[in-house]
C-alpha cells in the first residue's frame, strides 16, 4: 500500500477563519513534508518532519502551522490567511534518509484551498 | 537557484509522435523520481532511478539515469492523449530529507 491520504479535499476559508488539514500515511515512513504548489508550477517546500521532529521550515510565514502528533499523522494548521495562500497542499511520505540509502515520495491527492 | 534544470516547460504534440523530457544538474542524487500530475490532483510517481546509467521502461515510458547520477531523461514513445499531463522530475540528496523539483513540463497531446 503507497497511500497517503488527505483531508479535506477542498477547503474554502475566509481571512480570519483558522482551519486545519491532515495527512495521513501507514507506509512505516518516518519522513513527512507539506508543499504548497500554484497552478502550472512544480510544488514548493514548506516544512519536513523527520522522525516526527520538524527538520526543515523553508522561512514559511507563521500564519501556517505544522504539527506531527505521530508517525503516522501529519497536520498543517491555518490562521489568518491571505488570498494569496489559494492553492493546492500536498502532503507526501517517504523513508526517512540514512547514509546512502536511497528512497522516494509519495504525495497524496492534496487539498484545494481557496482564501476568500 | 534550480537545483534541477528541466526542459522543455511545455510540448504540444500529436497522437503518435515520440518526444523526449530532460532534467539536469551538476549535483549528485542518491535517486531520481519521475512523476505524472494531473489538475487539481497530487503527483503520481512513475519511476525511481537509483543506480547510474540504470534504464526502466514502463509501457510506452523509458527513463535513464545519467551515469554520473546527475541527469535523467524520460522518452515516451507513440504519444496518446492519455499522456496529458505535468510531468516532475525530483531528486533527493544523500543523508538528507529533502527533494528537489525541475520545473515541469507541461506535456498535452493532441488527437
Known amino acids: 500500500d503507497t497511500e497517503v491520504t488527505q483531508t479535506p479535499k477542498h477547503l474554502v476559508m475566509g481571512m480570519t477563519n483558522k482551519k486545519s488539514l491532515k495527512c495521513e500515511q501507514h507506509?512505516?515512513?518516518?519522513?513527512m513534508y507539506w508543499y504548497k504548489q500554484k497552478a502550472k508550477k512544480p510544488p514548493e517546500l514548506m516544512f519536513v518532519y523527520s522522525y516526527e521532529k520538524l527538520s526543515i521550515n523553508e522561512s514559511v510565514p507563521s500564519r501556517f502551522s505544522p504539527e506531527c502528533p505521530n508517525s503516522s499523522l501529519l497536520n498543517l494548521h491555518l490562521h489568518a490567511l491571505q488570498p494569496e495562500d489559494s492553492a493546492l497542499y500536498l502532503c507526501?511520505?517517504?523513508?526517512?534518509?540514512?547514509?546512502?540509502?536511497?528512497?522516494?515520495?509519495?504525495f497524496g491527492p492534496g487539498t484545494r484551498l481557496t482564501v476568500t | 537557484t534550480q537545483l534541477l534544470e528541466q526542459s522543455p516547460q511545455f510540448l504540444s504534440i500529436q497522437e503518435g509522435e515520440n518526444l523526449t523530457v530532460y532534467c539536469n544538474s551538476s549535483?549528485?542524487?542518491?535517486?531520481l523520481q519521475w512523476y505524472r500530475q494531473e489538475p487539481g490532483e497530487g503527483p503520481v510517481l512513475l519511476v525511481t532511478v537509483v543506480t547510474g546509467g540504470e534504464v526502466k521502461k514502463l509501457k510506452r515510458l523509458t527513463f535513464q539515469f545519467g551515469d554520473a547520477r546527475k541527469d535523467s531523461s524520460l522518452h515516451i514513445t507513440a504519444a496518446q492523449p492519455g499522456d496529458t499531463g505535468l510531468y516532475l522530475c525530483a531528486g533527493g540528496l544523500y543523508n538528507f530529507n529533502k527533494f528537489y523539483f525541475g520545473s515541469g513540463t507541461k506535456l498535452n497531446v493532441k488527437p
Open positions: 549535483s549528485v542524487f542518491s535517486s
Open positions: 507526501a511520505s517517504s523513508q526517512a534518509a540514512v547514509g546512502d540509502s536511497s528512497y522516494e515520495q509519495y
Open positions: 507506509m512505516g515512513h518516518r519522513a
